[in-house]
């Protein structure tokens, strides 16, 4: 052999064929030597010089034989055609979301779809999510929100005993199917919302989309549990009002992340926490309270993740404070001319806390839909008070939150 | 004198179009006034060549050949400017079954199946390969074409995937394709992995070119060649179009891979020596 030639590096390819995978042999050991350098590989098998000069063809490497040795041995020269494709190829953050650098200020469009931490080639397709700053939508407690979330998803099949058996007199019943038809309205709200958001956010805050999901899992799960309620004794839904709608539709129209966050999340689904609450303690049957137990555990984490993100973003930017407080004002003179909360449901709550027709049935159930109103506005204003709106604000805007709830 | 440079190219697959868009609206952009038309067959386009619609052909070693065939019958001249990298070198295998024929000379009295008619890497390069093995079709063979978009050169592949395919239902004894395709097969699974061996395989020839028609203006054509030639794999912003075109690089054109296509159109009869079709059963 001549001095020299056995420094090359060397692959045997043994019998595998172009048809079983030998160009990955090649390609791995190619991956050993430098661009320009030269690879040795050998084969027992048969006519598989066609094939791998094809095979360096398509992959921009050189390729010759020679046959000087009795059997024949082809020299590889690694093209630069792999390393040219990474050139200026974008750097995408990082996996994990508490190193430094690995969330970063700007997502870029051309990002597109990749895994943060990803490298991305340069050309990639510009993909157009609207929701591309962090400032925009982060929040650090994002994954362990998820993680919990995921953690405390229930099968609306086992975790409801549907079969129970108990029969409520028939305004009674008419009123807890009145009061379900009002959820699932307003959780189609709660549904659409983050669904529109999660469509426009971009990858790279993977946290938030992943919590953003699940989001939207629970409320299709609260939807479908608020509606065998309805089925459970045969009733079709009931009735649903322009004021209730129109209330929804400036949830739904909201462009704003953090304006949409602070209505829904803080102000709606907090005050729904307070009614799901009170569902769980004084619905008139154990099906009832069980789904208002469930769904309420779901809606309380919707509220901490609007929490931790708008009291970050107040944190870094406090004028967003006053941008929260005049969305209030807008969406309540905007509100001004509709009914609030419609008298079909007021007075179904009535009824379905006081668990019967009898005078004092009534009283009671009166009473207890009084206590839940206060319970509500003081969870708001609590809220409120904690993202930093002063006493007396915090008590104004609580009172301008929509009659309707959400 | 148009200042707009006008070539054909062969709508072989719908791709096409894309190719050729890209490339128009980068050539603009490098402010060549560049215009693309399309032929559903290679046969049209070279003629068109000859009468002032094109500057210049995105044409497949058989028009290439059949050009040359046909500028020299009226004295004039074409010329190859340039090719894919991936253009040069190549070769056809012939492949059998694991338990089929162990040498060339066993294939006498047996099937062999073929591409297109005017295939160049499945039919005529593979017809002459083993006529200079001492084997000829229909005498010492039986060669069974696998013909789909006669007139495309053999570009659209889908016949050398039915010849392979009949291979492997026992339908033929040895298939005809083009050295790439052996392992493409193989990833499609119409090929499985071990079932198959190569038995022989054609020496290395050239494929496409673009061919320059008589009289194109020069000037045109060489700002054409340089800019194709300076694209680099390295820019972004053209490696799309060379990955969908198939190449890494172009490289300057040759003639010298044409050899052994000229001499089976020569043997096959499929074109007179001033270019004129032969071919009686060649439908396109």
Known sequence: MPKGRSLLPTIDIESVGFDAGAHLLVKLALGRVAVGEVLRVRSQGEGWEGPLAAWCRSQGHAVDFDAAAGHIEARVTRGAVQAGRWRAAAVTGAIDPRADNAVLPQAEARWGLAARGATVEAGSPAFAFRLSRKDEVWADSAATLYAEAAAAQWNADTAIDWNTAFALP????????????????????ALVVPARFLGQLHPHFREVQALLAIQVADEARHIDVFTRRIALKGRQPGLSTAGGQTSLKTLVDEPDFSVA??????????????????????APD?????????AARDEARHVAFGMAHLGQSIAREPALLSRLGNAVEARYEHLAGTSGLNEEVFDALILLAAGGTRPADIAAGYGRVQGLLQDMARGREARLAKLGFKGEAAHRLASLHTRNFM | MSTTLVMGAVAYAPKVVTIWEGFKAWFREQGLEFDFVLYSNYERQVEAQFDGTLDLAWNSPLAWVRAERIARARGLQVSAVAMRDTDQDLSSVLVVRQDGAAEVAALKGRRVGFGAIDSPQATLIPLDHLRQAGLVAGRDYTAQRFDVLGGKHGDHIGGERDAAVALMAGEIDAAWMIDGNYMAFANEGVLPSGATRI??????????????????????????????????????AVRSLLELEGLRAWRPGRTSGYAALARAVDDEAFYDAEGKILAADYRY
């Open chain 1, 261 to 282: 966050q602070f209505l829904l999340a803080v102000l709606g689904e907090g005050t729904f926490v307070s009614l799901l609450n009170f569902l769980n303690q004084h």
């Open chain 2, 199 to 236: 038995l022989t395989r054609t020496g290395l020839y050239d494929h496409c070119n673009f061919t320059v028609s008589p009289g194109a203006p020069a000037e045109l054509i060489g700002r054409f060649t340089e800019l194709l030639l300076g694209m680099s794999w390295d820019d972004p």
């Open chain 1, 170 to 189: 028939d305004e009674v019943e008419d009123a807890v199917v009145q009061v379900m038809t009002y959820m699932v309205e307003n959780e189609n709200a």
């Open chain 1, 286 to 294: 154990p099906v009832t309270r069980q789904i208002a137990r469930l």
